[in-house]
C-alpha cells in the first residue's frame, strides 16, 4: 500500500494522513465526498496538525478541488486534530467555510486563530445535514480524552470518526487493521491518554447502543472493519486505563 498517496477506506471517504516512521503516531484525517461531479460537496474530519498539512493538503488535492470543502470538522482541540486549520481555510478560500465541534473544544480551539464560523454541534442537535441529505450524527464523549471531545457517525456509510478513541502508537503500523495483533497496539494509547476504564466503556457502551458500526475510523493507529469491530469495541471495555493503573504508568 502507497502511504504517499489519499487511499480509499470506504465508499467516497479517503484517508489523507501521514505514516510517521519516526514517532510511530499515525495521524489519519478523512476527506467525505458527497454529492455528484457537477455538485460535489466535501468534508475534511481532524486535519491534523501544521507540520502535517502540506502532506496532508497534496492527498487532497490528488481527490477535490479544495474550493468544495464546506466543513471541517475537529473533534477535539488538541494541535495534532486541528492546529491547521488556519492554514487549510486560507487554502479553501470560503466564506461560507464551517468548523464543526463541541463549545467545550470550541473555546480552545478559536486560539489557533481560526476566521471561518463555527458550529457547535451541541446546539444544532448533534446532526448536521449536507446539500445532498445526507446527514452527519455526532456523540459528545467528555473526557475522551478531552472535556469538549466528539465523535461523528456517517449515516449513509455506517462510518463512526472516532478521533482519539480506538487510537495506537505502533511500529508496525498499518492503515488497516488485518487481524486480531491490532488490539493489543491500542493498549498504551489508551491507558496513557483515557481517564478510566469506567468513562471509557461508558462512552463505547453508548456508541453500540446508537448505531450500527460498519467500520471505526479513528484519528491515530489503524482503520477497523467488518468483524473486528466488535472485538476493538470488547477489547477497549475490558481495558485499565487512566487512574485504574494507580501510577504504573508514571
Known sequence: MDFHDAIKVAENIYWVGYADEKTHLHCNPYLLLDGNKENIEAVLIDPGSLTDFP???????????????????????????????????????RKDLRVAAHSNSIRLIRHYGIQSSFYPVEQHDYTITLNSGRVLEFMFTPYLHSPGAIVTYDTQTKSLFTSD????????????????????RMDSWHQLYMPSNRVLRHGLERMQSHWQIDRILPQHGSVIEGKMVGKAFEHLKGLACGIDLDGEMA
Not at 165 to 181: K, R
Open 55 to 93: 502532506k496532508m493538503m497534496r492527498k487532497v488535492l490528488e481527490v477535490v478541488n479544495p474550493a468544495n470543502i464546506s466543513l471541517i470538522v475537529a473533534q477535539h482541540q488538541d494541535p495534532d486534530v486541528c492546529s491547521n486549520i488556519p492554514v487549510v481555510e486560507d487554502i479553501i478560500g
Open 165 to 184: 478513541i480506538f487510537g495506537a502508537v505502533s511500529e508496525c503500523w498499518n492503515l488497516l487493521a488485518t487481524d486480531e495483533s491490532f488490539l493489543a
